[in-house]
């Protein structure tokens, strides 16, 4: 069910190289983001957090509009950029830029399994605003805040609502536990989105971690060039390039995310010789079909960025509509196998429920083993046998 009386004014979609279901025709949007946000500040500023600003520019539902209320009063945040806002049409519910951040009634709906952390970040803390889950590789959070909630969160417990960006105070714990632990070598900032703070604030950070000899590489979790790339400005990028090697790490889930904007901003960082590599999270009736996402990597490697992991949709509580199984997503890779090049190809891994790590998982390749030799099955479907070396 839609709101009564007339629908919001329909303006041409924003470019987006896309093919693929829900891609192909033109999709009614919103106002353009930048006619009222001069610089990215401001139009993170112009963020839609409220029912009556959303109501405004979407027709909602009845379940968008319960689960807008809930998220507002107690649960996971509601905030869209006026960007991002414009990749939505308004008058579709099934839209897939609209289902990742618009709340819906059915978040509100545990699953059996879910969890309230499912990577058992808190367990694995040895120091406030740290998470080591492996022996070479720690996280820290920087702050809690983003410029767009994704409805699938994984850190849905704290986002939004945990004082914003972390204090050098704050993060000295977490600072001077990896200056004792030499065996850490690589720290990914993370939260919250890391570049919704300035770029000042950004760069002290960036110092304080690599004041420890020992850290070799930087990483920077960011959805900023999806739903803010006006924040990816020259300066930030020569910024972040004097802490090279320092890697950016971004999630593009959707071929229409790939407007020009979008892509410009991952190039302006290609341009200052900081890598992009993207993860995108598997989501049923958002991106779970080979044409969409064969649209999604093929468009990621135009604009200079590596598609790195596809990601089972971890276990939150009140994501079940948005999961798939994961036979799906084992589907889905054996089919793009082979018509896509390795560079275009990203591993489908599955961060295993209570913080054990990932797995990558592959369609099943070997058919059987013999004696000296093992038969595999070819993307084509082709059975083939390999033979062992003889044994000296």
């Not at 390039?241 to 971004?250: D, G, K, Q």
Request: charged share 25%; glycine share 6%; aromatic share 4%.
């Amino acid at each position: 069910m839609t709101t009564e009386g007339h629908a919001p004014r329909r303006l041409p979609l924003i470019d987006a190289r896309a093919k693929g279901p829900r891609a192909t025709k033109p999709r009614a949007t919103t106002a353009v983001a930048d006619r009222h946000a001069s610089t990215w500040r401001d139009e993170a500023r112009a963020a839609i957090t409220s029912l009556e600003s959303l109501e405004a520019r979407l027709a909602l539902t009845d379940s968008e509009r319960e689960g807008t209320r809930a998220a507002i009063a107690a649960g996971l945040p509601l905030s869209i950029t006026p960007y991002y806002l414009s990749l939505i049409d308004p008058n579709d519910p099934e839209d897939p830029i609209r289902r990742q951040c618009v709340p819906r009634a059915e978040e509100l709906r545990d699953s059996e399994g879910e969890l309230r952390d499912p990577l058992g970040e808190e367990a694995y803390s040895p120091a406030p605003n740290l998470v080591q889950r492996y022996p070479d590789r720690a996280l820290l959070l920087v702050t809690d805040r983003c410029s767009v909630y994704c409805r699938f969160c994984t850190r849905a417990r704290m986002v939004g609502r945990d004082g914003g960006a972390r204090s050098e105070e704050r993060l000295r714990p977490a600072i001077d536990y990896l200056r004792v632990h030499p065996e850490v070598r690589e720290v990914l900032l993370s939260g919250g989105d890391p570049l919704v703070m300035s770029t000042p604030r950004l760069v002290r950070v960036l110092e304080l971690v690599k004041s420890v000899p020992h850290i070799d590489l930087l990483r920077i979790g960011t959805r900023a060039p999806v739903v803010l790339p006006s924040r990816i400005t020259p300066s930030l990028c020569r910024a972040l390039r004097s802490f090279a090697p320092l890697w950016v790490m971004t999630h593009f889930n959707h071929p229409r995310e790939l407007t020009a904007r979008a892509r410009a901003a991952c190039e302006r960082l290609a341009d200052h010789g900081i890598p992009v590599m993207n993860q995108t999270v598997l989501l049923r009736g958002i991106n779970d079909e080979a044409s969409t996402l064969d649209a999604l990597f093929r468009g990621l490697v135009r604009a200079r960025v590596r598609p790195y992991y596809l990601l089972q949709s971890d276990v939150m509580r009140g994501t079940a509509h948005l999961r798939t199984p994961l036979a799906k997503g084992l589907s889905l890779v054996a089919e793009l196998q082979g018509r896509l090049s390795g560079i275009a190809l990203p591993k489908f891994v599955v961060d295993t429920p209570g913080g054990h790590g990932k797995v990558p998982l592959v369609p099943d390749a070997i058919v059987r083993r013999e004696p000296g030799k093992t038969w595999l099955r070819t993307w084509r479907g082709v059975e083939v046998a390999y033979p062992d070396p003889i044994e000296p």
